[in-house]
């Protein structure tokens, strides 16, 4: 069976299933699938038995438990649920929003999509994928209807992050938000580099996305307060663009231009726009939309 990010390992975990808090948001049958063995907790570093590397994704989203679920059905392929108790409902949505715009939407949970064989969406402070490695109409039902089931023990949905209301509205790429921590989470998405020159901790948070008009970048960090901010740019400038370190904007490329403001408590960054005017356009609209 194929895990979201990696080949799911079977290694046992060292918890028991009635450990888990979440047993009740898994159903016993969905259709004709019904629950195979015992649903397998990994807790912190056990999630490296289930899943090799691509458990720093969830771990860099500070996830607390995994609980994974087989169904098997008697002539169909088998089916499997992961359900991840990320903590908080902001790290629910972050590690959604690494993965999404893999499928169209469906209305599961919050921000669903489905695709070929899976289905992930999170809801409270929970992140959830069902998938299937034998995709037809019987099995993307299931999938779907044990998503809902899920979806409705959860019950309660999630607050997303403040510091999305700062982005402007309309303008960039929905699928392309992507809400972060850590430099880790970020280099995946847009490489600054092996050094943090962002500063980018546990008291930090951070959104990258794509702008519509012309396929830009826009980053924006929220720091605990302006000194921070204010220190997190200067670093940021003098290690990544020292070519610009006066203004703070410079030509990486040819028709490439980045540009760096610190504003109140947040830095904002803007990558890869075709010329110098609209650069700075971008930041300075976006720095009244600041709180």
């Given at each position: 069976?194929?895990?979201?990010?990696?080949?799911?390992?079977?290694?046992?975990?060292?918890?028991?299933?009635?450990?888990?808090?979440?047993?009740?948001?898994?159903?016993?049958?969905?259709?004709?699938?019904?629950?195979?063995?015992?649903?397998?907790?990994?807790?912190?570093?056990?999630?490296?038995?289930?899943?090799?590397?691509?458990?720093?994704?969830?771990?860099?989203?500070?996830?607390?438990?995994?609980?994974?679920?087989?169904?098997?059905?008697?002539?169909?392929?088998?089916?499997?649920?992961?359900?991840?108790?990320?903590?908080?409902?902001?790290?629910?949505?972050?590690?959604?929003?690494?993965?999404?715009?893999?499928?169209?939407?469906?209305?599961?949970?919050?921000?669903?999509?489905?695709?070929?064989?899976?289905?992930?969406?999170?809801?409270?402070?929970?992140?959830?994928?069902?998938?299937?490695?034998n995709e037809n109409?019987?099995?993307?039902?299931?999938?779907?209807?044990?998503?809902?089931?899920?979806?409705?023990?959860?019950?309660?949905?999630?607050?997303?992050?403040?510091?999305?209301?700062?982005?402007?509205?309309?303008?960039?790429?929905?699928?392309?938000?992507?809400?972060?921590?850590g430099k880790d989470?970020?280099?995946?998405?847009?490489?600054?580099?092996?050094?943090?020159?962002?500063?980018?901790?546990?008291?930090?948070?951070?959104?990258?996305?794509?702008?519509?008009?012309?396929?830009?970048?826009?980053?924006?960090?929220?720091?605990?307060?302006?000194?921070?901010?204010?220190?997190?740019?200067?670093?940021?400038?003098?290690?990544?663009?020292?070519?610009?370190?006066?203004?703070g904007i410079v030509?990486?490329?040819?028709?490439?231009?980045?540009?760096?403001?610190?504003?109140?408590?947040?830095?904002?960054?803007?990558?890869?726009?075709?010329?110098?005017?609209?650069?700075?356009?971008?930041?300075?609209?976006?720095?009244?939309?600041?709180?």
């Amino acid at each position: 069976m194929i895990s979201l990010l990696l080949l799911c390992s079977l290694i046992a975990p060292s918890i028991t299933p009635d450990q888990s808090l979440m047993q009740p948001l898994l159903p016993l049958s969905i259709h004709q699938w019904k629950a195979f063995g015992e649903s397998r907790p990994y807790a912190g570093q056990e999630i490296f038995g289930y899943m090799d590397g691509a458990g720093e994704v969830y771990r860099a989203y500070d996830y607390r438990e995994l609980l994974t679920q087989r169904y098997v059905h008697p002539s169909q392929g088998e089916i499997l649920a992961e359900i991840f108790d990320m903590g908080s409902s902001r790290n629910a949505f972050g590690v959604f929003t690494y993965m999404q715009g893999r499928g169209p939407a469906v209305e599961i949970g919050q921000d669903g999509e489905y695709k070929n064989g899976l289905l992930c969406f999170w809801r409270g402070k929970y992140f959830v994928c069902v998938m299937t490695d034998n995709e037809n109409e019987p099995a993307r039902e299931a999938i779907l209807e044990l998503g809902v089931k899920v979806s409705e023990a959860i019950g309660q949905d999630g607050e997303k992050p403040e510091i999305l209301h700062s982005l402007p509205k309309g303008r960039y790429l929905p699928n392309s938000l992507r809400y972060f921590r850590g430099k880790d989470i970020l280099n995946t998405h847009y490489y600054l580099g092996e050094g943090n020159l962002l500063c980018l901790n546990e008291e930090t948070e951070g959104v990258l996305v794509r702008l519509n008009e012309d396929r830009s970048y826009l980053l924006l960090v929220a720091y605990p307060d302006t000194e921070k901010a204010d220190s997190a740019c200067s670093t940021f400038v003098a290690g990544y663009m020292p070519d610009g370190a006066n203004e703070g904007i410079v030509e990486k490329k040819p028709g490439k231009w980045t540009a760096c403001v610190a504003e109140k408590r947040y830095v904002a960054v803007v990558f890869d726009v075709p010329d110098r005017e609209r650069a700075v356009h971008s930041l300075e609209s976006l720095k009244g939309r600041l709180p």
